[in-house]
């Protein structure tokens, strides 16, 4: 899903970085948009993400867009409640963060993939609206 967003932006003439979560948590990121995501595991992000939100420098990103994105199995996508996406949103708004709504959630086909039928489409068309109104 991280390398769609990423594909994504590129397309639109933006520079990116895809970081793995473990590894931001050893440096500073920077940019003029952050997207964080995480796949929902007993409905809530991974500890990684967690730590990297609750201990990250945020002064860099005030006033920058941020985007919360998630996986989920599909036939759990429904019913949720939000899955780690809603997390990542509502733990990076209470460190004074600007999260773009609504967050993408995505489902995915089995625990830990692939991407359901159709889900590419759907991560390039939000990418596309968010940058739109960005």
């Given at each position: 899903m991280a390398k769609t967003i990423a594909r994504t932006l590129e397309a639109a003439g933006h520079l990116v970085r895809l970081t793995r979560v473990k590894d931001a948590l050893k440096t500073q990121a920077e940019g003029d948009i952050l997207f964080?995501?995480?796949?929902?595991?007993?409905?809530?992000?991974?500890?990684?993400?967690?730590?990297?939100?609750?201990?990250?420098?945020v002064g860099p990103w005030r006033?920058?867009?941020?985007?919360?994105?998630?996986?989920?199995?599909q036939e759990l996508l429904k019913g949720s409640g939000g899955g780690a996406a809603a997390k990542i949103h509502d733990l990076a708004v209470s460190r004074g963060l600007t999260v773009h709504t609504p967050v993408l959630r995505v489902g995915v086909s089995r625990i830990k993939g692939p991407l359901s039928t159709g889900s590419e489409g759907l991560v390039e068309a939000y990418v596309k609206e968010f940058l739109r109104l960005a």
């Amino acid at each position: 899903m991280a390398k769609t967003i990423a594909r994504t932006l590129e397309a639109a003439g933006h520079l990116v970085r895809l970081t793995r979560v473990k590894d931001a948590l050893k440096t500073q990121a920077e940019g003029d948009i952050l997207f964080v995501g995480s796949p929902t595991r007993i409905g809530t992000m991974t500890g990684r993400t967690r730590k990297l939100l609750e201990h990250m420098d945020v002064g860099p990103w005030r006033g920058k867009p941020v985007v919360a994105f998630d996986t989920e199995a599909q036939e759990l996508l429904k019913g949720s409640g939000g899955g780690a996406a809603a997390k990542i949103h509502d733990l990076a708004v209470s460190r004074g963060l600007t999260v773009h709504t609504p967050v993408l959630r995505v489902g995915v086909s089995r625990i830990k993939g692939p991407l359901s039928t159709g889900s590419e489409g759907l991560v390039e068309a939000y990418v596309k609206e968010f940058l739109r109104l960005a």
